[in-house]
């Protein structure tokens, strides 16, 4: 069954030799077959002639030894009217004599029947034609065949016999011969044994090999009787006679069995041959068929095998033909499906891989890589489900598609991550094409009656300047686009300084996968008080002190625990540890006081989230009044109306919201109107420039103003002197946090700072 997957041709191919096979091995047994059964057929009828003309003959003799002894013993028989009616009635009984002759042991003829004048016969001594057969005669007891020649005086070919009377003491006194017309003789009992003239049957004198008989002796023919058989012909018939059976003519002559074999008789013609020979009267019985006469009837089989062979063949073809479209339309479907993405249709990072060398050889033209990224999907994916999150990669891909240059490819290489190759190496056209794709994925999507947006970020590499390998080309692109990544919608070409650090976020992705439960992260607490110096109240801020990084700011490693999708465990990390150290601080110093605790994005949308922290601070017999969730203000041009009731489930709850950054992103009035905001915090940059930028002083009064008319708290962090405190409070600003008051501390610094500046609840 493997192997039948594995490639049907080789089952087709081993079948059709195996049929081949037998083809041969049938073909072989046919010819065999039709050569026996020729064989056979012909052996039949040469042993049928050879026994009816012994048969037939030996009764001929009897009849001249009667005949001959009667004359003997009359010697009136020259003159006996009797006798020569006794010749005529011989006659009757064997129609195939002509005449009947008293020869005298000189070659006279003396008389003959019917009358005939045997003054005008030839001397048999004397007549070259029965000459030695005569003499033969003389010396041989028995009847005897005369050659057959052409009779003058009965103007016919006739084979005589002759049978030597003898005396009591073995003297010819006479020899009686008969003549037989050929046809009526030899001729019939040959065409009455192979009626359909099948074979050419020879009938050869073995004293002199002169034919006595040919089957095909017609009136064209005759002229065969006239000369002996041919030496050539006679031995090639003893050289096969040897080679088939090992033993010479004369072996025959002493069996008296019928053999079969093939020769090659004159002008290269092959026969099969059958020889038998008759002893008593000293005659060879050959018959012969060509070998061609065979051969066209094992050609005819061969044919109807050949029929059976082809339409066999035929339909195993069409089977397998029919089959292997089917497997080779499977493994193409297979081929498909692991080579580019189900969703998409896209090219997938299978088909990167195995066709890459259509990019990379040896005379391959440099060609650029980016590879995207996009920014905001992950959340969308999580907060509306996984069904929406492919509506929207499909219209994106269409998008991509739509944009896509000439002799280039679109690849999806992960779930939010694609990679488009592009013979172009100027990087003009290069930068321009990215912003193009840029624009082209910022443009909002329409799924299931929801606006959603996400961005791109593109890393750029070109070969072989880049890297000169695919792993190390994908690896610079994927370095430039982390560039990329740390602003979102924008662009990188890869440089050889943003190698370092890559490998140092490589390092600290590494190493923060164990920072939890090796004990390395901790929190810390910044105080929040009124510009009078009054506490409020503390933001929690994560810490990390690496054991072989040492101390990694958050700006270094909150970003890289995002992309490598560390966050989720760290924010869990963040709330519950928080949480509990807040609950001892408070328990410690047995009051209460606000809580402004960081939430990412992918926690916010992780489903289930709102109860689980709800529940923490139960746990903890925290008051949920106490609490404030801060949200960078990027986190609400996801999506504004799938933000709103999620935020609004915490403030069902009792805690508050506080809008982080405010400033720095896109947030219009009336988003912010609709937002269920209790605070604005005023970035970090726009209080450190106060006093240099007038404009960034005019933001912060105006972020106050807006605050104030929506009756939101303002708090502004990062005020690190007296005047920024004068100036924030001349504006109106509720909160401050910064250097100037308290550095972030460890929770037993807090207790400890609380009771020194005596603050009172």
Known sequence: MWLFKKNIWSIFYILTIFFLICLIAVSYIGWNNIYNRYERSQENTLKLIASSTHSLYQTHEVMLDILGQRFIEDTRYKNNISSMRMLDAALLESPAITSIAIVNPQGKMLFATHGLDVSRFPNLIEQEESRESFLAVMQSQNMMFGRTYFFKPFNDWIVPIRKAIRDSEGNVKLVITAALRLQDSFGFIVRNADKNDRYNTLIIRDNDQYIQYASNGTADNYEVYRSSFSAERLQS??????????????????????????????????????????????????????????????????????????AVEVMLYALVRVIFNADKKRNEDLLYQATHDQLTGMPNRSYLQTNIYNWIHDVTQPFSLLYIDLDRFKSINDSFGHQCGDQLLLDLARRLQSVQPKDSIIIRHGGDEFVVLTPSVDTDEVMALSRKVIETICKPYRVNNLKLHIGASIGIAQYPIHGESFDILLRSADIAMYESKKIKNSIHLFEDKMEEGYLQNVKIEQALRSAISDDELFMVYQPQVTPEGDFYGVEALLRWQSATLGFVPPDRFISVAETSGQMPAIGNFITQQTLKDVKEVQSTLNRSFHTSINISVRQLMEVGFAERFIQSIQTNNLDN??????????LFIE?????????????????????????????????????????????????????????????????????????????????????QVNILKAFGCDRIQGYHFAKPMRKEALVQYIEEHDIVS
């Open 639 to 723: 999506d504004i109306d799938h933000i709103v009731p999620l935020l609004q489930e915490f403030k069902d709850h009792g805690l508050e919201i506080s809008m982080d950054d405010f400033g720095t992103g896109y947030s219009s009035l009336s988003v912010l109107r609709r937002l269920p905001i209790d605070e604005l915090k005023i970035d970090k940059s726009f209080i450190d420039v106060m006093f240099v930028d007038e404009s960034s002083q005019k933001m912060v009064q105006n972020i106050i103003m807006i605050g104030k008319n929506l009756e939101m708290d303002i708090v502004a962090e990062g005020v690190e002197t007296q005047e």
């Open 625 to 634: 009044a106490s609490i404030t969730l801060e949200i960078t203000e990027s």
């Open 237 to 310: 018939i003893e050289k096969s006679l040897s080679q088939h059976y090992a033993h010479s003519k004369d072996e025959l002559k002493r069996t008296g069995h019928i053999v079969s074999f093939p020769y090659t008789g004159d002008e290269s013609v092959e026969y099969l041959a059958s020889l038998k020979y008759d002893d008593t009267y000293k005659l060879w019985f050959l018959s012969t068929t060509k070998m061609d006469i065979v051969s066209t009837a094992f050609a005819n089989l061969v044919k109807i095998y050949l029929s059976i062979f082809v």
